[in-house]
């Protein structure tokens, strides 16, 4: 079994995908008690949509080579002063 630690950057507010120049395709959503969560392509990025809550999560495997995306995509909210968080999920 192999396992997949992974990196997101989260932040409120899904119209700043589009400032953020993103092209979206749905993949599929989730739907639980607490929200729904549309899944997204985003120019070859995964990005998850939570619903109710209106927070973007832009996410990334916690590999080597992703790890510098993040820190572009950091880089990139600071610019547009997005204020956002990281959180890590493991499993």
Known sequence: MVF???VYICF???ENLEKLGF???ELWREFSVHDEVI???CNGVFVR???RAK???ICFEEVKEKLKEVEKWEKTLKER???YWIER???
Do not use: P, R, T
């Open 49 to 51: 949509y939570f619903l």
């Open 81 to 83: 002063g997005i204020q």
């Open 4 to 6: 997949v630690n992974w």
């Open 55 to 57: 927070i973007v999560c």
């Open 12 to 14: 409120q507010n899904g």
């Open 39 to 41: 899944n997204y392509d």
């Open 23 to 25: 092209k979206c395709v």
């Open 89 to 91: 999920h493991y499993g």
